[in-house]
């Protein structure tokens, strides 16, 4: 920043002064940087960090820029090359074609699918979970893509968003129920296998794998690894490793969760902590996460991804949903879906008891997850079923099953 104009002062964000995008040579320092490591390192793809704080004035975005270039040179290599932005606009425009007038990136993160999942399985509602609590939140990303499509955020307090429209293809969205922004950004950078069980992480996989959006899957996410993901930092320059880690502390306030629990990002063993122990992916241990079990499942979730057409259909108009609650209808926790690929149905039962859905006569059961590992059976309906349906299934509690009807 000392010898060239890459900052200015008119405008800030949470990191300081933001980059001076309205400067030609800093515009395409940015750009032919990435055509960089498109081009000469065989980079397949780009995740674009935080581009909600990029402040550009130009008439045409910095992004809509990269992409024509990225596009260009894609012809040019006769490969794909993809843009993955990470906003927290809910803005389809950037991944609108440019001649609707978006800016042609490839797709853009979906938190609020993650907030959603992550509500559903947990039951966490503080800070900006707050929103996600309701009995519609995951029905609603699971059928539109964005939760708060120009609706109300309590968090925020105002309205927030915008929709997608329904032209978009679904595989736009990166859905996930793990990553390291929300586990790195939690307070002790605890996973979801710290807090739940076997079972509900079990849930938590065939959410994420059956998701409309392209899934996204975290480091040891799939074998539910017991070690934490915590933010650590190697700043030799005092004043910086100050203020990360005050500005660390007043955003966990936000939170509600405790400063005190809070690991020095500077501390050697914070980041020796963060790393896998690849050696528990096999085991099954009597007591916690029973981690073979839970890699098998991710396998058998990728292999019913990959052989059903239906959970690729990119449509938002095969997408739909059903949700209720259980006995306790404010827990969170304690909820069931139906939610449908197509003809493809996606069961979901976080209640405390057993809950029955009816299914059509010759559904078959593709996998199920959970519930102690008691398989569910299809059985004919006892007595008059109020949806006419001929058939049912049970499933237990923090369970879930992927069914279809039979392929002739």
Same mark, same amino acid.
């Given at each position: ?8 002062? !008119? ?56 992409? #024509? ?74 059928? #539109? ?79 539910? !690894? ?116 197509? #003809? ?59 069914? !279809?009807?039979?392929?002739?």
């Amino acid at each position: 920043p000392e010898f060239g104009p890459y900052l200015r002062d !008119a405008a800030r964000n949470t990191w300081g002064l933001s980059v001076n995008l309205d400067a030609r040579e800093v515009r395409e320092f940015i750009i032919q940087n990435s055509l960089m490591w498109l081009r000469d390192y065989h980079v397949d793809g780009l995740r674009l960090d935080a581009v909600h704080a990029l402040h550009d004035e130009s008439p045409t975005h910095i992004l809509q820029e990269l992409a #024509e270039a990225a596009d260009a040179l894609s012809a040019h290599q006769g490969r794909p090359l993809t843009l993955i932005a990470e906003s927290d606009l809910n803005d389809p425009t950037l991944i609108l074609p440019r001649e609707a007038g978006g800016y042609g990136l490839t797709a853009q993160w979906s938190d609020d699918y993650h907030h959603a999942l992550h509500v559903a399985v947990s039951g966490e509602t503080v800070g900006y979970y707050e929103d996600f609590g309701a009995l519609g939140a995951f029905p609603k990303v699971w059928t #539109e893509g964005f939760f708060h499509n120009g609706t109300y955020s309590s968090f925020r307090g105002r309205d927030h968003g915008f929709p997608i429209p329904p032209t978009v293809p679904t595989w736009r969205l990166v859905t996930f129920g793990q990553d390291h922004d929300q586990i790195g950004n939690r307070a002790a950078g605890d996973r979801l296998s710290q807090s739940l069980s076997t079972d509900r992480l079990a849930v938590a996989a065939v959410l994420t794998l059956t998701t409309p959006g392209t899934p996204m899957l975290f480091m040891g996410e799939e074998w539910g !690894a017991s070690t934490p993901w915590q933010f650590f930092t190697s700043h030799p320059e005092p004043e910086l490793r100050e203020a990360t880690a005050k500005g660390r502390i007043e955003e966990f306030e936000k939170m509600g969760w405790d400063p005190a629990i809070v690991p020095d990002p500077q501390d050697p063993e914070t980041f020796h902590r963060s790393k896998l122990d690849w050696a528990e992916a096999a085991t099954s241990p009597e007591v916690g996460v029973d981690h073979a079990r839970l890699l098998q499942l991710y396998r058998d979730l990728a292999a019913v991804r990959r052989a059903r057409p239906e959970l690729t259909d990119p449509a938002f108009a095969d997408c739909d949903a059903l949700s209720g609650s259980g006995a306790d209808s404010d827990d969170p926790r304690a909820r069931w879906f139906v939610l449908q690929r197509g #003809e493809l149905s996606v069961l979901v039962n976080l209640t405390g008891s057993s809950h029955t859905f009816a299914v059509a006569p010759d559904a078959v059961i593709l996998l199920s997850a959970g519930g102690g590992e008691v398989e569910p059976v299809i059985t004919a309906a006892s007595g008059p079923d109020p949806s006419g349906a001929a058939s049912v299934i049970t499933l237990a509690p923090d369970s879930a099953a992927i069914v !279809a009807p039979a392929r002739p």
